[in-house]
């Protein structure tokens, strides 16, 4: 190509068709890098107001620079209660729908029996409901055994689980779908009784699956609104503090928490990335 | 224990499923036969009757389809602005990127790391009225002196355009990464242009991933209130709006529950228009 573009003729092309020949070649280049742009926008902003020192009560025009957001992150009554909150349910959460599920992913993927296509339906099915459609539900259940459940943290909990469970199944599934079943047969070839060798060799083996599975559920679970807005009661979650407070005005602490858990999720996110990177170059070298 | 398992072997599969079935059973399943018999109840809170009021159906649809019509042309909007957004930057990532791929990547999922409300709130930062995009658009003549893009459509619809962004780039980006690159080799060989080779060959490999892309972002979009609430006003309000009012605020929870089933019901329609033109094996497949 650079050999072609030394030839004279081409050198003697108006600037016109060189601008458009230029055009043509790194255009979708171009508009990806402005999607990209698109994308990144918000996220610049909501880390840019974090830091700025607003005028008046709302933080929608750019004052002045200041840390004094992120040093006084909790100064706004009611926040800190609600990152707390937020992840104690996302923890709880997380832990028992990746057991849940795992158990689930294991069942359909090893097993032949009846009811696995119904299984499969349950499982896909909560994920293409409507958010509004599973959060009232569950709110017309709790609301009609009010004697067993009351809106609030236990509440929040079940409906977490509850949205949480199918990711993981999905998740888990495509792990073990390429997974080698002779490693297990092998040690039960051992003497291995079906415990130890699911204690042994398969969850060694599916934990990476588990933990991707784990993330994916806590960052579904930290970040969800509509589900829990339905079946909260009086319990505060960070999203619910930011729908709440949203009416009045939104305080730059409020950015800060949203771009203190942004920058933790990039941070691992990055070190998969980076750690990827690495063991593909190291497998190829080994070949 | 091992005993167990070796004796009953038919029921490990029962008993590996039975903690999450029986989850999603009751905290899925029953809570929607309980909003179905929500639905056909009549009368004021809290003193509702079940008296299979059928009319909580037809009332939602005359004094709601307003509402439910702006939901799905909204969504309809939205998808197809994602699947114009993405088609071009998944394309990109997945045949020019190299080794930058999985950076680019995390572009794409990087707004999901910031709380689903604060992203949406950064829109009103971003589109307000003493903000650079208005000031631009004012400037170019295209907004007039008191042109707003804050309270319109137009925020409403970019609003839900964004948030559900990557649910239409990633199951294309898979559709493309898998394709064997050989298969435009071989359709430039027999003098396909770039042009034709795309056309002939990447878009309907990339088909399944465009479906898939277009369900993810179409059945949330729909059902969503968050983007009219907080970037619209009443006038943009989605059928999500009527139904978290209902139950929430005017406590009318039989009609709120009918909407939603009518909404779930015209999600289902959409779906099967769109198998219907997609043909269904793409769809399941």
Known sequence: MT????????????????????????????????????????????????????????????????????????????????????????????????????????????????????????????????????????????????????????????????????????????RLIGFDRHLEEAAMDLGANEVTTFRKVTLPLIAPAMLAAALLGFALSIDDFVITYFNA??????????????????????????????????????????????????????? | ??????????????????????????????????????????????????????????????????????????????????????YPLVYWIAFRAGAWRNLFLLFIVAPFFVTYLVRTLAWLNILADEGPVVGILRDLHILGPDGRLLATTFAVVSGITYNFFPFMALPIYVSLEQMDARLLEAAKDLYASPIQAFIRVTLPLSAPGIVAGTLLTFIPAAGDFINAALLGTPNQAMIGNVIQSKFLESLDYPSAAALSFILMG??????????RIVGSERLTG
């Open chain 1, 3 to 174: 050999t072609v573009a030394a030839l004279p003729p081409r050198a003697r092309r108006s600037v016109a068709s060189r601008t458009w020949a230029f055009v043509k070649r790194h255009a979708l280049t171009v508009y990806a890098l402005l999607v990209v742009g698109y994308l990144m926008l918000p996220i610049a902003v909501v880390i840019m107001f974090s830091f700025n020192h607003p005028t008046g009560r709302f933080n929608y025009v750019w004052n002045e620079f200041t840390f004094s957001n992120w040093f006084h992150w909790n100064d706004v009554l009611g926040i800190q209660d609600a990152i707390v909150r937020s992840l104690e349910v996302g923890l709880l959460a997380t832990i028992v729908a990746t057991a849940l599920g795992t158990l689930m992913a294991l069942a359909i993927v090893r097993h032949h029996f009846v009811g696995r296509g119904a299984t499969n339906v349950l499982v896909f099915l909560p994920m293409s409901t409507p958010e509004i459609v599973l959060g009232a539900s569950l709110l017309t259940l709790f609301l009609n055994t009010t004697a067993v459940f009351q809106l609030g943290f236990i509440t929040i909990f079940i409906a977490h689980v509850m949205f949480i469970v199918s990711f993981v199944v999905v998740t888990v599934k495509a």
């Open chain 1, 233 to 287: 009661g009086g319990t505060q979650t960070f999203p619910i503090f930011v729908w709440g407070i949203a009416r009045v005005a939104v305080p730059p602490q409020v950015n800060v928490i949203a771009s203190a858990i942004f920058i933790v999720a990039i941070a691992i996110a990055l070190t998969n990335v980076f750690w990827e990177y690495r063991s593909a170059k190291r497998t190829r070298g080994a070949t």
């Open chain 2, 266 to 275: 015209l999600i289902l329609v959409a779906l099967l228009v769109y198998a």
């Open chain 2, 1 to 86: 224990m091992g005993t167990f398992f070796h004796r009953h072997r038919g029921a490990t599969p029962y008993l590996l499923l039975a903690p999450g079935v029986l989850w999603l059973a009751i905290f899925f399943v029953i809570p929607l036969a309980f909003l179905g018999y929500e639905s056909l109840q009549s009368g004021l809170f809290p003193n509702f009757e079940f008296t299979w009021q059928f009319s909580n159906f037809s009332d939602g649809i005359r004094d709601y389809h307003t509402q439910l019509l702006r939901s799905f042309v909204y969504a309809g909007i939205a998808t197809l602005a994602c699947l114009v957004l993405a």
